[in-house]
């Protein structure tokens, strides 16, 4: 125990150092059941988590020709799904969306519109418990979109980026950035090009510095994989895209980016090398604040590529992502990888399920190694289906609970020694640097804070900047019992009628009692 440290009182009556100590959790892929969020022929098309509330995510798809959209939510291996809501009475050809890390609930979904003459179509969603509501729909482009991508700017809020191949008129790769204001959305009217004969477009935000990653197969080039880095301008109304880079110099196709969020600048590209027939590649990409790019060395993440590439990133996990594809193996796979600097370590393939088409992949944002995958299911029609999996992790977890905290060290003591601590209630003497008469909380790591943890726990209030009065135990009083309720009084028998005299009238009634 390190002298003045806060202590827990464990179930073997030692005591302990509030900190955070190493938890291994064994992994299993998938870890629970399946579960089906369409019961009809759905074709599923994209989903995520609600970064500010993390067991919950919305799920994107088509069926009965209509769009629709679905409130999951994850608790431990169960999944349970929200009714679904229509949001456009018509099929659509390509539709992707995102949320807004930066406010609460609200989300932007972009698609074309089948039922508006094929035109490229943006509508803010809104997320309340398992309920969802939609605002009016906003046409972006007379076209259609296609590859079609949706990013929020993490850096400022209600700012988001849809990125797409301008069809039907030409192969320009472009995009256009709105503003979210309340159910409504806004775009710029021109776009911002950054190819000019571009497919298989992927993007994503960069969540420290706010650069925009977008990779593509560049068909002016003989197909070759490239990427530019986009930064939005001063105004807030355009992006403006620098240098063009070469990632692969070979055909490429299916195009897919995540950016580490545990790593300023640094992101991973998965794609098809189409000399390869079946390899799916990877790379990763470190994007300076200057905007130019360094690229790795180009790993083979799988050799039974099909269809449907997607990559993310565990937020809990540095450096650890998932690729998730369709394979020749089975239906759903996914392979897990790490990344050290721009070198990739390829893990082992697994087959989550044996009939998936259209899946994807994402992580519940405060589990580490916790992730859904959605997908459509084969099964007499394309049902829709999720299920949980969990990756091999081993985390820094606190052993501070809600009612554990005892006391303070006295002094420094090794392991196994008998220590002297100040329970609650006493005075510690052994601190520094208080600020007198503040209150002070136990942190999760063992140090002591002005600002409350989660779970909130009093350490004391100090006394002086070397002392610390702990906060004792409350207990709650006993309520008094209530008081015996009175006996009912006993009524009294009535009198009986007198008989009748000879002559005279009959007596009265006595009176009650």
């Known amino acids: 125990?390190?002298?003045?440290?806060?202590?827990?009182?464990?179930?073997?009556?030692?005591?302990?150092?509030?900190?955070?100590?190493?938890?291994?959790?064994?992994?299993?892929?998938?870890?629970?059941s399946d579960y089906t969020f369409s019961t009809g022929t759905a074709q599923f098309t994209d989903f995520a988590f609600d970064p500010n509330d993390t067991e919950k995510f919305v799920i994107?798809?088509?069926?009965?020709?209509?769009?629709?959209?679905?409130?999951?939510?994850?608790?431990?291996?169960?999944?349970?799904?929200?009714?679904?809501?229509?949001?456009?009475g018509q099929t659509s050809t390509s539709s992707a969306f995102a949320f807004d890390s930066n406010t609460v609930g609200k989300f932007v979904v972009a698609y074309t519109d089948s039922g508006n003459s094929g035109r490229g179509t943006a509508i803010v969603g809104t997320i309340s418990g398992d309920t969802l509501t939609f605002g009016t729909p906003v046409v972006v482009k007379e076209g259609s979109f296609g590859h079609l991508t949706v990013a929020f700017d993490p850096l400022t809020a209600n700012k988001v980026i849809i990125t797409y191949i301008n069809q039907p008129s030409n192969s320009n790769g472009q995009s256009h950035i709105g503003t979210v204001s309340g159910d409504t959305v806004s775009f710029t009217q021109y776009a911002d090009i950054f190819n000019t004969s571009s497919d298989y477009i992927a993007s994503a935000f960069d969540l420290t510095t706010g650069k925009l990653l977008v990779a593509y197969q560049d068909k002016g080039l003989s197909n070759y994989g490239n990427l530019r880095v986009g930064t939005q301008s001063a105004n807030g109304v355009t992006i403006v895209y620098g240098t063009e880079y070469t990632f692969n110099s070979n055909a490429i196709s299916d195009c897919a980016v995540a950016s580490d969020p545990n790593e300023s600048g640094k992101f991973v590209l998965t794609y098809k090398k189409d000399s390869n027939a079946n390899d799916l590649r990877a790379v990763v990409v470190i994007v300076a604040g200057d905007g130019s790019v360094t690229i790795g060395t180009e790993s083979i993440i799988t050799t039974n590529y099909l269809a449907f590439n997607e990559v993310v990133f565990d937020p809990n996990t540095a450096g650890q992502f998932v690729s998730t594809y369709r394979s020749s193996l089975g239906g759903g796979n996914v392979t897990v990888a790490t990344i050290s600097g721009t070198t990739i370590t390829v893990g082992t393939e697994t087959i989550y399920t044996t009939t998936s088409n259209y899946g994807k992949v994402a992580f519940e944002p405060s589990t580490a190694g916790k992730f859904v995958s959605v997908f459509a299911n084969y099964d007499g029609g394309w049902v829709g289906k999720a299920v949980v999996s969990q990756l091999d992790t081993t985390s820094n977890v606190t052993n501070l609970t809600a009612d554990n905290f005892v006391g303070i060290s006295s002094a420094a003591y090794a392991d196994a020694a008998t220590a002297s601590i100040v329970l609650k209630g006493g005075v510690s003497s052994n601190q520094s640097g208080l600020t007198?008469?503040?209150?002070?909380?136990?942190?999760?790591?063992?140090?002591?804070?002005?600002?409350?943890?989660?779970?909130?726990?009093?350490?004391?209030?100090?006394?002086?900047?070397?002392?610390?009065?702990?906060?004792?135990?409350?207990?709650?009083?006993?309520?008094?019992?209530?008081?015996?309720?009175?006996?009912?009084?006993?009524?009294?028998?009535?009198?009986?009628?007198?008989?009748?005299?000879?002559?005279?009238?009959?007596?009265?009634?006595?009176?009650?009692?």
């Open 60 to 88: 994107i798809f088509e069926q009965s020709n209509q769009v629709r959209a679905a409130v999951g939510t994850v608790s431990g291996t169960t999944l349970t799904f929200g009714p679904s809501v229509i949001f456009d």
């Open 436 to 513: 007198t008469n503040s209150t002070y909380y136990v942190s999760t790591d063992g140090t002591i804070s002005t600002t409350a943890a989660v779970p909130s726990v009093v350490a004391g209030k100090a006394l002086s900047t070397t002392s610390m009065l702990i906060a004792p135990t409350v207990v709650d009083g006993v309520d008094g019992s209530d008081g015996s309720q009175g006996v009912q009084g006993i009524q009294g028998t009535q009198g009986i009628a007198g008989d009748a005299g000879a002559d005279g009238a009959a007596g009265t009634n006595g009176t009650n009692g």
């Open 1 to 32: 125990l390190p002298d003045g440290t806060p202590v827990i009182l464990k179930a073997d009556g030692t005591v302990q150092a509030v900190g955070l100590l190493p938890t291994t959790v064994s992994g299993s892929i998938p870890a629970g």
